[in-house]
């Protein structure tokens, strides 16, 4: 996957479209985590400090296709501007007049901020025309959004149509390195760690990474369903009815390649979903008679944290996608909490991928620990499935 990169581009005096991930969670008009906008910023002082005339769109929320105040990019400017120290101005739409206006007016070292890309519904339906709009005078593209890069859009697939050369930011050639390159051939044991409510949002994930993997650890609520198609009863806890056969099939080909499918021994079970309600650490679901129809599994079990922990000591690649439970509530976050401390203690490569894993990690101020986090959620799952990125196979060709 040999793709052009920002470090192979001059710059000087030209206008550069640069595609960012400013899609920050925002409370009232506040952004409540700039991690993604700080993520972007090495990408924007290179090109800045390069001469270019950089100008940059995003998208936030789902305003769809219509200008919604609430999804304004206008903190996300105010931000940028705080962290770089100078004015970041925020042109009133992505396209049109005015915005290739205030594009045309800027001088090298100088950014703009494009409005919410999302206020036009061509941007998601990749309109040829919205396309060509929003490259406007740009000779190059520069795509620093990995967050975004498996949706084929005009803002990360259709602009590159309409530059001279399209290349990938520093973010996304991180992003590209471990999620690709470093996974090609793992230093072993190469440990998988899965967690989340679906088995479905992670099957062929698990499927790809079964070709390569030495041990996989199952926790989140999808390691419900896997119990419950072993035919063991897991009360009133989610579980995907419809997966029982998949789950079979999945715990079915570990076995067949010798893969290790680590289940969790025990479940820490409530039967009230709120901080400081009471649980007990059941053993596996129905064999030992203590679990009521009524409780939940909200949490792996010190038994299963025991033998997690233990694994994730052996390995020397670590990929981890999803919690192991409701780690939003701290009483339920034992498990989560141990697997990121696991790996923080490392000497392992060790990848955090998926949103709420890479939630718990920062809330645990445990994000320097890690070898590498990625941004994208459903990016990251589908290159780990092996799948081509429309974003990354639009851009020039190293």
């Not at 141990?338 to 709420?356: E, H, K, L, P, Q």
Request: glycine share 10%.
């Amino acid at each position: 996957m040999s793709k052009l990169s920002i470090r192979d581009l001059d710059v000087s005096s030209k206008e550069v479209l640069m595609r960012v991930d400013f899609n920050v969670p925002l409370n009232d008009g506040v952004i409540t985590d700039d991690t993604r906008i700080q993520a972007a910023v090495p990408s924007i002082r290179h090109l800045l400090d390069g001469g270019a005339k950089l100008v940059l769109c995003s998208h936030l929320g789902r305003p769809k296709g219509t200008a919604a105040p609430e999804f304004s990019l206008a903190p996300a400017a105010a931000r940028l501007g705080e962290i770089l120290g100078m004015d970041v101005k925020l042109a009133p739409d992505c396209v049109g007049e005015t915005a290739l206006e205030m594009r045309a007016a800027l001088e090298s070292g100088q950014c703009l901020l494009l409005e919410n890309t999302r206020y036009h519904n061509e941007e998601e339906a990749n309109d040829p025309a919205f396309a060509q709009a929003l490259a406007g005078g740009a000779e190059i593209f520069v795509n620093d959004a990995f967050g975004t890069a498996h949706r084929a859009h005009a803002s990360t697939e259709g602009v590159t149509r309409h530059v001279t050369t399209s290349a990938m930011g520093f973010l996304m050639a991180r992003e590209l390195e471990y999620l690709v390159e470093k996974l090609r051939d793992p230093e072993k044991p190469f440990l998988v760690i899965m967690g989340g409510a679906k088995v479905s949002d992670k099957i062929q994930v698990i499927t790809a990474l079964m070709e390569k993997a030495d041990a996989f650890l199952i926790g989140g609520a999808m390691a419900n369903t896997f119990r419950k198609a072993q035919g063991h009863e897991t009360g009133a806890s989610r579980v995907e009815a419809d997966k029982l056969d998949l789950a079979l099939d999945i715990l079915a080909k570990a076995e067949a390649t010798g893969v290790r499918f680590l289940l969790p021994a025990d479940t820490l079970i409530t039967n009230e979903f709120k901080e400081g309600a009471e649980t007990r650490s059941s053993g596996i679901w129905g064999k030992d008679g203590t679990t009521p129809s009524d409780w939940q599994g909200i949490d792996i079990g010190p038994q299963a944290i025991g033998e997690f922990t233990a694994e994730i000591a052996r390995a020397k690649t670590i990929i981890w996608n999803g919690p192991m439970g409701v780690f939003e509530i701290e009483s339920f976050g034992k498990g989560t909490r141990a697997v990121a401390d696991a790996m923080a203690a490392s000497d392992a490569i060790t990848i955090v991928g998926g949103g709420d894993s890479v939630t718990a990690v920062n809330q645990y101020g445990l994000d320097s620990k890690m070898t590498f986090i990625s941004t994208g959620g459903g990016a990251s799952l589908e290159l780990l499935e092996g799948k081509t990125l429309p974003g990354v196979a639009a851009l020039t060709e190293a």
